[in-house]
């Protein structure tokens, strides 16, 4: 069982930056992959960038490449999502999530922390 808390949410203007963290419960966090996904107001939940256990290798939907880095420090149980040039089509509920390394999907999700960015 993993259990995920997100952090870091906030109010910025368009240009600005934030950084999301998500601490994961568990000894064996190295063994998870981590993805971030966000849910814009009345819109579906989507696939906003993921990072494998190692950390070796990162993927981001296009909508974000070039602004979103994803990162984790294994030691810290932690992922991390530096968002830059914040747009307010980023604005949306983000969430945290985790699947172990073997599994076809993300069995573990956090409650989700507000991004809110003004124009």
């Known amino acids: 069982q993993v259990q995920l808390v997100e952090s870091g949410g906030g109010l910025v203007q368009a240009g600005g930056s934030l950084r999301l963290a998500c601490a994961a419960s568990?000894?064996?966090?190295?063994?998870?992959?981590m993805g971030w996904f966000r849910q814009p107001p009345g819109k579906e939940r989507e696939f906003v960038a993921a990072?494998?256990?190692?950390?070796?290798?990162?993927y981001y939907s296009d909508s974000v490449k070039g602004r979103f880095t994803i990162s984790r420090d294994n030691a810290k149980n932690t992922v991390y999502l530096q968002m830059d040039s914040l747009k307010p089509e980023d604005t949306a509920v983000y969430y945290c999530?985790?699947?172990?390394?073997?599994?076809?999907?993300?069995?573990?999700w956090g409650q989700g922390t507000q991004v809110t960015v003004s124009s």
């Open positions: 999530a985790a699947r172990y390394y073997t599994a076809p999907k993300y069995d573990y």
């Open positions: 568990g000894r064996t966090f190295s063994s998870y992959y």
């Open positions: 990072i494998r256990s190692s950390g070796g290798s990162t």
